[in-house]
């Protein structure tokens, strides 16, 4: 059972490193969306320091968005989908490790960048801390929340612009107690409320999400 | 229509054809007397509102709009889920057909809610809890349009849209309770409609016919459209050419 998990995440990871600059194209899509902003909204650091946790959430979140139309997509080009649906193995544990493997190939970078942005951002310490962390809870919420997106909208004209018209509502909560997290710390109110929310929420959309995903490959490779 | 009325007996197209079609023109003037009488309780015999003056008059369209919306998208959610489950080919028809009404009253709703807000609060739009939810099942019935729409496989678009369906339904609570979170963490309720004073009995009758003008109204519309959906998907069958062939006959 749990060694398809590993094989699926480690052929996922072994593909994205032969393709190591489609791989990295979200990461340049944030920092490059990210340093937009203080363009557009001006220097001044109190404002900046307002705005960092909202844009670099909103950022992130469309970044991992932007990659997920390939999450199932060459999966199911060359067929190798059909066969993990064939092999009778359980779906949930697919779609389980083929979204971390999306979270270590594109979650985890945003997490490791987070905190530059936090500097940029003039932010302090504690809160840019607490952005990193948020991240950390937050981008694996959507890597599977996308998982269904993808499987959703698997082969489909308009795919891509579909699923990030069909998943964006979904993951506000996220988006709201993440970005929520950042500004607690910034204005020096407990954040374990927050991360406590968060968590739930990983939690459910971990047991949740995965399921969904599945259900949604069978409806598309019917 | 002989043999035994079950649960099931209309859940058969032309069955379910035949009794919509004599169905729509009553609910068509249900609809109709409905909503003058409903208007002419909330026009000339509610009285006028204490605090808000003539424009809480909104109340008759606003609040019956916002039920309709959410009570819809759990409707949908509900006959897509059937649909899906049990194969059940005409709650997909049903599913679908909804979608649009549902999106409709969600923008009634936004919308006269904008009307409402200006003169009362001053402001077209805040982002209340409420508003904002509302705004995002806005977003929801629209993914839902867009992905069946975008399936041509009707089958598969069917099955996918329940799944989107019942994934928000699950959501739609999750939302409501974070946005209200986010609200009030950010900032003080500025507005609480829940503090209101108690409605007068007028206002309150108003606002219930000018409800059931919208029920009678959203099921004369679905029965409609999923009239036309069968015709659509049924057109290969031979009681829809027989029906053609008829009408051909009769014109």
Wanted: hydrophobic residues 60%; contains cysteine.
């Amino acid at each position: 059972m749990s060694s398809v998990f590993a094989t699926i995440v480690a052929r996922d990871l072994r593909l994205a490193a032969r393709r190591r600059v489609e791989a990295l194209l979200p990461i340049a899509f944030f920092l490059v969306a990210v340093s937009l902003f203080p363009l557009g909204v001006g220097p001044e650091p109190q404002t900046l320091r307002q705005i960092a946790p909202g844009v670099v959430w909103v950022c992130a979140l469309l970044a991992a968005m932007l990659s997920l139309t390939q999450l199932y997509g060459t999966d199911h080009a060359d067929g190798s989908l059909e066969q993990m649906l064939l092999s009778g193995e359980s779906l949930w544990l697919v779609s389980a490790a083929k979204a971390l493997a999306h979270w270590i190939v594109t979650g985890a970078p945003l997490v490791l960048s987070a905190p530059l942005f936090g500097i940029l951002f003039d932010l302090s310490a504690p809160a840019n801390l607490t952005l990193a962390l948020s991240l950390l809870l937050g981008t694996p919420i959507l890597s599977l929340l996308g998982g269904l997106g993808a499987a959703l909208t698997l082969g489909l004209r308009s795919g891509a612009v579909l699923l990030i018209l069909i998943i964006l509502p979904l993951c506000i909560p996220a988006l709201i107690f993440g970005a929520g997290a950042v500004s607690a710390a910034e204005a020096g109110i407990s954040t374990r409320g927050h991360f406590s929310l968060l968590g739930a929420l990983l939690i459910g959309s971990g047991l949740l999400a995965p399921w969904a995903t599945g259900a949604a490959l069978r409806i598309a490779t019917e | 229509m002989n043999g035994r009325l079950t649960l099931f007996t209309f859940a058969s197209p032309p069955r379910f054809y035949w009794l919509t079609g004599k169905l729509i023109p009553w609910l068509w003037a249900a609809c109709i007397a409905l909503t003058v009488a409903g208007l002419y309780v909330g026009f000339f015999v509610a009285p006028t509102d204490a605090t808000q003056g003539e424009a809480y008059r909104v109340i008759y369209m606003h609040v019956p709009a916002a039920w309709m919306s959410m009570l819809l998208y759990l409707v949908m959610a509900f006959w897509a889920a059937i649909g899906w489950a049990f194969n059940a080919r005409l709650a997909s028809m049903v599913a679908r057909a909804i979608a649009p009404t549902g999106a409709m009253f969600t923008f009634l709703a936004l919308w006269t809610g904008a009307f409402w807000g200006k003169p009362t609060w001053g402001t077209w739009w805040v982002w209340d809890a409420r508003l904002t939810s509302e705004l995002i099942l806005l977003f929801l019935y629209l993914g839902y349009m867009a992905l069946v729409n975008a399936i041509d496989d009707t089958r598969r678009a069917d099955q996918a849209g329940a799944l989107l369906a019942v994934v928000g339904a699950v959501n739609v609570p999750i939302i409501y309770f974070s946005v209200k979170w986010w609200n009030t963490l950010h900032q003080g309720a500025t507005i609480s409609m829940t503090a209101a004073p108690k409605m007068a009995e007028t206002m309150l009758t108003g606002m219930l016919l000018m409800t059931f003008a919208c029920w009678a109204y959203a099921f004369a519309v679905v029965f409609m459209r999923t009239r036309a959906i069968i015709v659509e998907r049924e057109q290969h069958t031979e009681w829809v050419s027989e029906m053609v062939r008829k009408q051909g006959a009769g014109a």
